[in-house]
């Protein structure tokens, strides 16, 4: 039986998932991880670790998950299970290391197909230049966005989208203060942008 869809878990398949590997199924662990895996980098990404500290904390949560697989309670709730186990390690990790790494730069573009004429190629590099100079700004912006913002946005911006019960795991918020607080942040954001003239 398939339980993903188009790369993803579906999170009403998330139950039958765990048991299924808990039996030694190794497409349901497949699944888990494909499905699963960027809520919890979206986790320690949003805590501002670098590179190899982000792969270490996705690697000790899903090792603690499988040290765990057969005695997780409530199996549906494993987004949130690993999402919390994500943030415990990431805490563990920052208090450890008593750092904040800043890790989040704006994506380069893909450079243009050699095989474009000298107009096209002219032409996209402006465009891709004003794109740079546009995510430069915004990420620019939101990094003067409070702390908590900046974590909130990064969690809810994963794929496949986490659910309110995993983000309130993953940067301990009550669930119904997500809502709200998404809305906020996302109007500082916006008013930030607008005030330079960027939309």
Excluded: N
């Amino acid at each position: 039986m398939s339980y993903t869809r188009g790369g993803t878990v579906d999170r009403a398949d998330v139950g039958a998932l765990v048991q299924s590997a808990a039996d030694g199924d190794a497409a349901a662990w497949k699944s888990l991880v494909d499905g699963l895996g960027p809520l919890v980098w979206s986790v320690a990404r949003s805590h501002g670790l670098s590179d190899a500290d982000a792969h270490e904390v996705y690697q000790t949560a899903w090792f603690r998950f499988a040290q765990h697989l057969g005695r997780i309670r409530e199996p549906e709730k494993t987004g949130s299970w690993l999402a919390s186990t994500a943030r415990h390690e990431c805490l563990k990790l920052l208090r450890a290391s008593k750092r904040w790494t800043p890790t989040d730069d704006p994506q380069l573009l893909d450079r243009p197909s050699e095989d474009r004429t000298p107009e096209e190629s002219v032409l996209d590099s402006e465009e891709a230049a004003a794109q740079t100079e546009r995510v430069r700004l915004l990420w620019q912006e939101f990094e003067e966005l409070g702390e908590r913002c900046r974590q909130l946005l990064r969690v809810l911006i994963s794929s496949p989208p986490p659910s309110y019960q995993e983000v309130s795991a993953a940067l301990g918020i009550a669930v119904g203060s997500i809502g709200p607080m998404r809305q906020r942040c996302l109007r500082r954001l916006r008013a930030r942008l607008e005030a330079r003239g960027t939309k």
